[in-house]
């Protein structure tokens, strides 16, 4: 039990997947102008993850034992299947969810954050419901990152920000000090 | 007709003013680090009023160099760049080389104010980027605490020159926090009322801060919500978890009067331009610097989470605001 | 080699699979759309402006694909990808009927007389609502930029004489200016009619001249010149009728004794007339 | 005495110096007639219509136009003379409107000429707000809305107090409290009639507890017995937008977007009442009203009954002149009141003061960056974000405004008053409201 | 104009066709390539992992894989199990039997510290230890690896019954390590491990005199 | 391949080269595959080995595209390029494993993201499918090796700083005080957005001369 929060908390902040491992920049950088959009990019990632999660373990397991040399490439054609063909199931069963998470999944199937989380669980031999703790971890790190960062991009834009770092620079210096304050985090749970 | 012979002005209402005015604000903050800096002074001898003052330098330099508006130097007159200097320099050890207090000084202003477009509209304390933008690229540096000595000794590496550490190691004490992180020796409590241990500039003195905050409350200069709910925060959290592993744990006591907290709370935690507006806002907003800072002294790997458990909140402020926003005026909730 | 065989079915079958699964979903789980959509949306310009009238370039692609559109609607999109559009439709364009925003003053401050100086931030609204900003003229242009500020192509820029010049080029007609402008100075007008009233105030005579030098005083020559029909005065202001096809050329602005009415093919305020 | 601080008010808002000292002792003097007047048709809701021709001669107290539907009030003559004409002349607003330009006779003796005086116990409801309406009175408070309006009632609204505002909080105006020292017993006058019209229980009148005199002369002219309180309050801006006064008197808050009838409250200023006094027991109707000429650019500060009509200038003049440094001119209270582009526009029914001030008062330090100190969520009465607001008006975000209840705004200017930063909130707020009503009004037009 | 022609519906089986025959590619690619590379690879690993073993047992010129099987190391032959727990038998010049080199990880202050280290049963000493992955904080963290000090803290280090970190400059017993200025955390995950491997498996190995002989192809 | 039929077909290879480089760089300008620019630049020789690693899977991939492009039905054409891209990953993968063991030691599961690296799925689907397969592998050489070029300005910026050294060499000795920030992740995001910014100023400052010139 002891080991599955620390796996939590080690995806959700030491080791955020964003401001630590530059894990799902693009969106990150993309769709963090408005607050609504980045928490919900954010909730249906951390739902694609956790597909991955258990999709990563079945293929490890059950497929790939003798194969090492196919799991990069299973990974991502199995994952990337499996998006579409939830996508497409939301879209029929539920037009609302797709309007309000549906439209993100195209994006995120192409999202290095997703196939970051299969190889870093691969790499590090988690079971299947430490592969899920961490799915919600890094999902939940990457909500947050991502919120916190379009709250601050919001509110900048109400800010002053001088014409010459607009844009990508400002955000990048931005994210910077974000992964700053997120260096607090450091070793936590580690004494 | 008896009035003027040339046009009247059209101004907006209203035409009455307060007199309190933010440069105002900014010299009593400025005045109230006094005592602090006169602290450090007393019990880490001339080298404090030497890091302050390149600090200082570094700032008030960025706030010059990188004016966004014309003419340059306009923005000096509000005072915000000498403070944030100021606190940059109160939150560095005495033996940090002083082109590292400066560039602290530098990077608090470019990175924390002049990026977002200067006073006002900055979303991180800019004293706190600046100081840990120090701390992420000289760690060891920031964490070599030199123990108070003679008043005009100045260590080695003070006069180092730039890029260049100049023999930090060597002679180093322990912060109180570290010694009960790392060796379980805990601090006595006068010892750190008063101020008499080691750690960063202005942050020893419990008594100085103490005081320094009460007047600073008294007269308003800031939302009294914050550095209170920080307090009870971490005397509530830091408390219940002493409860739980009373050795491992430090007390309630301990924890609010070592490091930087106090510091943290009176100085830091309190600009009000990164911290929420809303009165609920500020509450959550001070109990999440107080949680944090026990999380991260208590199971984190530092010793010290003061700063980090700040710009942390300084980032969750919008989402603080936007949740906290007053109720209007004759708007239940339900209606 | 085994391995090697074995490996090249496990992928094969995967793919198999994965097709099929797929397959499947795009057979019976796809939500029927018109595909023609997401390509008319490429073609718009996608700036999201609503000048249209629709909440954003999406819908009124989807507008256009059920026919319930003109590509024209779109104040934005060029001529070129107006007709790009309808050819992909297999529509017509409809007729290319280009409306710029048209300023109904001239009274700058070489005109219009200054009764007060107005003293806050530079906004036309702040102004009008601070004892009127200080302008003689209570429905003239303030000069203080709002609809410069809120145009978002870049088309309006203010001249030496306090007045924005609309760049006939750039402005696409989104009227964003006609609702910036607290004095409803601004008017989406077919570029096809260069006849413009540069005035609207509502007074006659002595009273109207002595407020803006550049004032129409209601003498109604204008009236008198152009062909019957195309202007009639209302409320001491000629109106031009800009649904008539006449082509009165510039002859009704001949007599106008203050230049309130002119005849701008292009921009406005090409020659500044400044008489004090 | 109670302490000040136990006295009753609202949450937040600011404390301003109230400069009162100069004219509060100053009883009310007549402004002498003058030769001409105009009288902007619109004066309080929709404009009226004339009803005399140019060239007509009129009599001081005649109707010379006649309200144009419900929300409007009849318009009377202030003086004997004649009628020039309908132009158009500048509004305080700085507008050019329609008025009626009146040439004063040199030669009349200006008394009024009354109506016939009417008992309001004998009117029901209707005939009440009618009679209300030909009176020409409009709420003298600052707002002008025509009073009669407030006194028709739908069905099956009970009105439990009448509420009488005598706070007048903003500094320098002193006219309501001359009003009340002076004409207490008119002021209970048109207490009584109005309550007893609205089948009130009681009757409340809050004073700010910086008009001693005024309390004492309000509660020497209540009858034993009488269900009328006066209520002394702290001295606080806003404390006389009505839905402050309620929540003060009460702790009551009047739901947003409602009326205080909804809490079962009328409100009317102290002044209106002496107005309806005087129309029902004189037959006088609205012509003239208190205005207090004051502020550090006039050389004799004054409180002046004044015919309506009668311009800026004149009145000036008839308080010695204002001095030459003078640089700005405010009808209204320095608060909420408006600049004026000119002297030359008459005085209003809904005007309650003139002011002038030098650049000294005026002159206003350079703006700084908004530090979010919240010193304007301290301010603002209306417990909105005056500092989000701002931000949010500066760029344009009418959407997010509007969510945020920018509307609900009354633009009291307690939180321009109290930045620090001299950020001009309530200019940014008042122009972003005008902006986005605006827009609708043209979304509106366009479908 | 042709741009604006929708493409046709394609059919199914072409669809999974086309899937099918790209997988089968690069199926069959990635297997070649694997096969072609193996050994290279596992060379590299071999390589490295020599290297470490000489380094952290001063003087050996051969080693032998011993797993844990059953209760006892016995030597690897590639039937055991992958994730069976391996120590390495270091042999100096003419096959005589030096000491193990034991691999160990564990939590470091930012992620997983792997490391190395020789112990000599003989001496019942820990001889040396070499990091070989880890993510500790650049500067001071980094020194468990970069600090020439800090390894030679591991040349002659008593684990019974167990290491301990003192303050920087303070160590003066067998079994005390200096720990690193600003990184405690760090130099203790390194002891900790360190202490936690030899608790758990000094028991278990073979004593000196059973330890199998040293393997004739590795000697150099 | 058959080589340019005229001078203007010569000219066109050479600006679909070129314009990678600097004029449309991936990183610089068209802000692409942050993930690996940002994680793998705290050494020049990390930058180094992703950069060539990237524009290797780009060159192969954008070939067989190119070539293969019109066999591809549309609803699985992305699916057939990841494999394509995923097959190619997996290749320099296990060749790098096998040569440069330190190196791929340090790029870690970064080196199997260069399958997601949205620069090559876009230059894939925005080029390589639609170009004659020497213009794709030019235009991917172009793009690959601006983005090597960016990843070595940053890396080698990055190293400097924070490690004293270039290339695994050290500059200044002992007594140099690295900015250990800088190979942190902060470090990342704070160079590339101070780089960024150096851009944007001097692209403002020519665009104020050539105002200046104008006039």
Not at chain 1, 107 to 136: E, M, P
Not at chain 4, 78 to 97: A, I, N, T
Request: hydrophobic share 50%.
């Amino acid at each position: 039990m002891k080991e599955l929060v620390w796996i939590f908390l080690g995806a959700l902040v030491v080791n955020n997947f964003t401001l630590s491992y530059f894990l799902g920049l693009c969106p990150f950088f993309g769709v963090s102008g408005k607050l609504q959009t980045a928490f919900r990019l954010g909730l249906a990632t951390t739902f694609v993850m956790v597909i991955t999660a258990i999709a990563a373990w079945a293929l490890n397991t059950f497929v790939l034992v003798q194969f090492p040399y196919l799991r990069l490439l299973s990974f991502i054609v199995v994952i990337a299947s499996a998006v579409q063909f939830v996508e497409m199931v939301v879209k029929k069963a539920s037009p609302a969810l797709f309007a309000a998470l549906g439209i993100f999944l195209p994006l995120i199937t192409t999202n290095c954050a997703i196939l970051g989380l299969a190889l870093f669980q691969t790499s590090r031999g988690y079971g299947l419901l430490q592969g899920i703790v961490f799915a919600l971890g890094a999902g939940g790190g990457f909500t947050l990152a991502l919120a916190l960062m379009a709250s601050l991009r919001e509110e900048a834009k109400l800010s002053d920000v001088p014409a010459l770092a607009r844009g990508t620079a400002f955000n990048l210096l931005l994210a910077g000090i974000l992964a700053m304050a997120f260096m607090g985090f450091a070793g936590l749970g580690s004494s | 007709m008896t009035g003027r012979g040339h046009r009247l002005d059209l101004q907006a209402a209203p035409f009455l003013h307060t007199t309190l005015s933010t440069p105002r604000l900014m010299v009593e903050v400025i005045l109230c680090t006094l005592p602090v800096l006169a602290a450090a002074t007393w019990f880490f001898g001339v080298v404090a009023l030497l890091v302050v003052a390149a600090a200082t330098a570094g700032a008030v330099f960025a706030e010059w160099a990188l004016a966004t508006r014309a003419p340059r130097g306009n923005t000096l007159r509000d005072g915000s760049g000498v403070l944030t200097g100021l606190l940059v320099g109160l939150t560095l050890p005495p033996a940090i080389p002083l082109w590292m207090a400066a560039l602290g000084g530098f990077v608090a202003i470019a990175l924390g104010k002049q990026l977002f477009g200067g006073l006002g509209q900055n979303l991180f304390n800019p004293a706190l980027v600046g100081r840990a933008f120090l701390q992420a690229a000289f760690p060891g540096a920031l964490t070599t605490w030199g123990a108070p000595r003679g008043f005009l000794d100045v260590p080695a590496s003070t006069f180092a020159l730039p890029f260049l550490h100049g023999g930090l190691d060597g002679m180093s004490t322990a912060t109180p926090l570290a010694l009960h992180k790392f060796e379980h020796t805990t601090t006595g409590l006068w010892a750190l009322f008063s101020g008499d241990v080691a750690g960063s500039l202005g942050e020893t003195s419990a008594l100085v801060l103490l005081l320094v905050g009460l007047w600073l409350g008294l007269r308003r200069a800031f939302d009294w919500r914050i550095p209170v709910a920080i307090l009870v925060a971490t005397a509530l959290l830091g408390g219940a978890l002493h409860l739980l592993d009373p050795v491992r744990n430090p007390g309630p006591l301990f924890l609010l009067t070592s490091g930087g907290l106090l510091f943290g709370a009176v100085f830091m935690a309190t600009d009000p331009v990164s911290s929420p507006t809303t009165p609920r806002g500020a509450l959550a907003f001070g109990a999440g610097i107080g949680a944090l800072v026990v999380v991260i002294r208590d199971y984190g790997g530092l010793p010290e989470g003061v700063m980090y458990a700040i710009l942390l909140m300084n980032a969750a402020t919008p989402l603080l605001e936007r949740v906290s926003q007053p109720r209007p005026f004759g708007r239940r909730r339900a209606a | 080699m085994g391995d090697v065989l074995m490996a090249g079915a496990i992928m094969a079958g995967l793919g198999v699979l994965l097709g099929a699964m797929l397959a499947f979903a795009y057979r019976f789980l796809r939500v029927p759309e018109d595909p023609r959509t997401a390509r008319v949306e490429q073609l718009l310009p996608g700036t999201n402006c609503g000048g249209c009238g629709e909440p954003g370039c999406r819908a009124f692609a989807e507008a256009l694909t059920a026919g319930a559109r003109q590509p024209s609607g779109c104040t934005v999109a060029g001529p070129e990808a107006v007709a790009a559009i309808a050819a992909f439709l297999g529509v017509d364009a409809g007729a290319l009927d280009r409306k710029v925003a048209r300023l109904h003053c001239a009274g700058g401050k070489a005109q219009a007389v200054q009764i007060a100086a107005y003293d806050g931030f530079e906004s036309c609204r702040g102004a009008h609502v601070t004892g009127g900003g200080g302008k003689g003229c209570s429905w003239g242009c303030l000069g203080l930029a709002d609809c410069q500020r809120v145009c978002d192509f870049g088309a309006i820029t203010m001249n030496d004489n306090g007045l924005p010049v609309v760049d006939v080029d750039k402005c696409t007609a989104c009227g964003d200016c006609v609702v910036a402008c607290p004095r409803d100075l601004f008017e989406l007008l077919p570029l096809r009619q260069p006849l413009l009233v540069q005035c609207r105030v509502p007074l006659a005579g002595e009273a109207a001249r002595q407020l803006c030098t550049a004032a129409c005083d209601a003498c109604g020559r204008c009236v008198q010149d152009a062909p019957e029909g195309l202007l009639r005065m209302v409320d001491n202001l000629p109106v031009v009728d800009y649904a008539s096809a006449v082509d009165a050329g510039p002859a009704p602005t001949f007599r106008c004794p203050t230049g309130a009415i002119q005849f701008v093919a292009k921009a406005q305020f090409a020659k500044q007339e400044v008489r004090a | 005495m109670k302490l000040p601080f136990t006295l009753r008010s609202f949450a937040h808002g600011v404390h301003p110096h109230d400069h009162k000292q100069g004219t509060e002792h100053l009883a009310t003097e007549h402004m002498p007639f003058v030769s001409r007047y105009v009288l902007p048709l619109a004066q309080g809701g929709k404009p009226a219509v004339p009803v005399v021709g140019r060239g007509e001669g009129v009599r001081r107290g005649q109707r010379i136009a006649a309200a144009d539907g419900f929300v409007s009030t009849d318009l009377h003559s202030p003086v004997d003379g004649q009628v020039l004409g309908f132009d158009r002349h500048r509004h305080p607003s700085g507008e050019l409107v329609p008025c009626v330009e009146l040439q004063a006779d040199p030669f009349s003796a200006q008394e009024v000429s009354a109506h016939a005086t009417v008992d309001p116990d004998g009117l029901d409801g209707d005939a009440f707000v009618a009679h209300v309406q030909r009176g020409g009175i409009v709420g003298l408070g600052g707002a002008a809305f025509p009073a009669h309006v407030k006194y028709k009632t739908p069905a099956g609204r009970v009105v439990e107090h009448f509420v009488l505002n005598g706070c007048e909080c903003e500094p320098y105006l002193t006219c309501d409290h001359r009003t009340m020292v002076e004409r207490a017993a008119d002021v209970l006058r048109g207490a009584r009639i109005v309550a007893g019209q609205l089948g009130a229980k009681d009757v409340h009148i809050g004073v700010e507890h910086n008009k001693p005199d005024a309390v004492a002369a309000l509660r020497a002219n209540v009858r034993p017995g009488e269900a009328i309180t006066i209520t002394p309050l702290q001295v606080k801006y806003p404390q006389g937008a009505e839905k402050m006064l309620i929540e003060a008197l009460f702790g009551v808050e009047v739901p947003a977007g409602k009326l205080p009838l909804d809490v079962g409250c009328v409100v009317n200023n102290v002044g209106t009442m002496v107005a309806l006094a005087d129309w029902f027991d004189r037959g006088v109707p609205l012509i003239e009203r208190v205005v207090t000429v004051s502020g550090p650019g006039v050389r004799r500060p004054a409180n002046v009954r004044v015919p309506l009509g009668t311009s800026v200038r004149e009145l000036l003049a008839h308080c010695g002149g204002t001095l030459p440094e003078t640089c700005e001119m405010v009808m209204g209270g320095p608060m909420m009141g408006s600049a004026l582009a000119s002297i030359d526009v008459p005085v209003l029914k809904g005007t309650s003061g003139v002011l002038a001030f030098t650049a000294a008062e005026t002159a206003r330090g350079s703006e700084y960056g908004c530090l979010k100190c919240g010193r304007c969520l301290d301010a603002c009465a209306n417990f909105l974000n005056p500092s989000v607001l701002a931000r949010l008006a500066r760029a344009g975000e009418m959407k997010t405004l509007e969510a945020n209840f920018v509307m609900d705004c009354m633009e009291c200017g307690a939180c321009s008053f109290a930045c620090p930063s001299n950020i001009p909130i309530v200019q940014l707020i008042r122009v972003a409201k005008s902006a986005i009503r605006d827009e609708r009004r043209k979304e509106a037009g366009k479908s | 104009m042709s741009d604006f022609e929708l493409p046709p519906e394609p059919g199914s089986t072409r669809l999974v066709a086309t899937l099918t025959v790209a997988g089968l590619l690069a199926g069959l690619l990635l297997a070649s390539t694997y096969a072609l590379t193996l050994p290279a690879i596992e060379a590299n690993a071999a390589a490295a992992l020599q290297r470490a073993v000489f380094q952290v047992v001063p003087g050996t010129t051969a080693m032998r894989k011993l797993v844990l099987t059953g209760g006892r190391f016995v030597p690897a032959d590639g039937s055991e199990a992958k994730d069976a727990v391996a120590v390495y038998a270091a042999y100096g010049d003419g096959g005589r039997f030096l000491g193990y080199a034991i691999p160990g990880q564990g939590p470091g202050f930012q992620d997983t510290i792997k490391l190395l280290f020789g112990y000599d049963p003989q001496r019942e000493l820990v001889v040396g230890m070499q990091v070989l992955d880890s993510r500790e904080t650049p500067g001071l963290g980094d020194k468990i690896f970069k600090d020439p000090a800090f390894a030679r803290e591991f040349a002659a280090l008593a684990v019974r019954p167990e290491a301990v970190v003192v303050k920087h400059g303070t160590g003066t017993l067998p079994n005390q390590v200096d720990g690193i200025t600003g990184a405690t955390i760090s130099s203790k995950a390194v002891v900790r491990i360190v202490n936690e491997r030899c608790a758990g498996l000094l028991d278990k190995l073979p004593a000196a005199a059973e330890v199998p002989p040293a393997p004739k192809e590795e000697s150099r | 391949m058959n080589a340019p039929s005229s001078p203007a077909e010569a000219a066109r290879l050479h600006a679909e080269f070129v314009k990678g480089l600097w004029r449309e760089n991936p990183v610089f300008v068209q802000v692409l595959g942050m993930c690996p620019t940002l994680a793998v630049t705290n050494s020049a020789i990390n930058a180094l080995a992703m950069g060539a690693a990237t524009t290797a899977v780009l060159a192969c991939s954008s070939l067989l595209v190119s070539l293969l492009g019109r066999f591809i039905p549309a609803q699985v054409r992305i699916s057939t390029y990841v494999i394509v891209i995923a097959t190619f990953v997996t290749v320099v993968d296990f060749v790098l494993q096998a040569i440069l063991p330190d190196v791929h030691k340090e790029l870690g599961a970064f080196l199997a993201l260069i399958v997601v690296n949205c620069l090559i799925l876009g230059r894939q689907e925005a080029f390589a499918s639609k170009n004659p397969p020497l213009a794709a592998v030019l235009d991917a050489l172009g793009m690959g090796l601006g983005f090597l070029f960016a990843l070595l300005c940053l890396g080698a910026t990055r190293e400097v700083l924070g490690n004293g050294s270039l290339f695994g060499i050290d500059l200044f000795g002992p007594a140099f005080e690295p900015w250990v920030v800088m190979v942190l992740p902060p470090g990342g995001f704070l160079m590339l957005g101070l780089i960024l910014l150096l851009f944007s100023w001097r692209l403002q400052r020519r665009a104020a001369a050539a105002a200046e010139e104008k006039r």
